[in-house]
């Protein structure tokens, strides 16, 4: 398969974030009129309002009301992926997935070791939070400090002293902790793994294909949600902290990935006989 064609998912993934990107800048820059505003609140075509939910309820959270706009973008924007989508704004959409890619490749090519380890229960905490101290302060905590909108406004705008946050970022990934802030940190991954954990859009897994290699388990970003023996119970990563970035349908040498739907369950079997099945064919 040609180079395209293995990394297709990966080359997708990248033109929907470079993409949106591009429209938010051509608006703030050019006026074009596609996708104006920012990840926290935009409109399309200057009509529809998109909103972060996260966010407004920070807003809410400090006694403050929001228009009914804002509130339906916040719908919008909740339903999509809590429906249908998953934790795909991570992968697909945030610009702090670029920088977390980055420091990965970093960290792989020039072997670095020695890391910390933070519980990735802690962006639970941070996310939880959030609410009272935007309670307390009477402004939206984490907007405040968000890494994600700093690094967007650097990259719509033009640099400053955010880039500080993308070289902290950065800095931390590679030498403290990997995937420190998507994986550990970050209050709005928390809040997506929450919030979109029974979305129809999975991807699904075929025990009988799987020869145990590993090599899924060391590229997926979020490897707490590669449960062999649940997946091939459910057919599918049931997990809501899977950010369907598609690495383990590339990575995969016996194609036991794909996409799939909750309600379109591939095929079902015990994971060791799936074992077995994998052992005979290769031999």
Request: with cysteine.
């Amino acid at each position: 398969m040609s180079w395209i064609g293995t990394h297709r998912y990966w080359l997708a993934r990248r033109s929907v974030q470079v993409g949106i990107l591009l429209l938010f800048w051509l608006g703030a820059q050019l006026g074009l009129g596609v996708l104006t505003g920012n990840l926290s609140a935009a409109r399309v075509l200057r009509t529809i309002p998109l909103a972060d939910p996260y966010a407004v309820l920070q807003i809410l959270a400090t006694g403050q009301w929001v228009a009914g706009t804002v509130l339906t973008g916040a719908a919008i924007i909740l339903l999509f992926y809590s429906l249908f989508a998953g934790r795909a704004f991570c992968s697909w959409v945030c610009p702090v997935n670029l920088l977390g890619d980055f420091s990965h490749w970093v960290k792989q090519r020039w072997e670095v070791q020695g890391q910390f380890r933070v519980r990735r229960s802690t962006r639970y905490w941070i996310m939880l939070l959030a609410l009272p101290v935007s309670a307390v302060t009477g402004v939206a905590a984490f907007e405040w400090l968000s890494p994600i909108s700093m690094i967007h406004r650097e990259l719509i705008f033009g640099p400053g002293l955010g880039l500080l946050v993308i070289l902290g970022i950065v800095l931390l990934d590679v030498f403290v902790v990997e995937h420190g802030w998507c994986g550990s940190l970050c209050p709005l991954g928390a809040f997506y793994s929450v919030v979109t954990s029974k979305a129809l859009v999975r991807i699904g897994f075929d025990a009988g294909r799987c020869d145990h290699c590993g090599e899924c388990v060391q590229v997926c970003p979020e490897q707490q949600v590669i449960d062999f023996k649940q997946m091939s119970q459910k057919g599918f990563i049931d997990s809501g902290e899977c950010t369907n970035c598609t690495r383990c349908l590339e990575i995969c040498p016996r194609d036991a990935y794909h996409h799939t739907l909750r309600l379109m369950r591939g095929p079902v079997q015990d994971f060791e006989e799936g074992e077995h099945h994998a052992t005979q064919s290769a031999a």
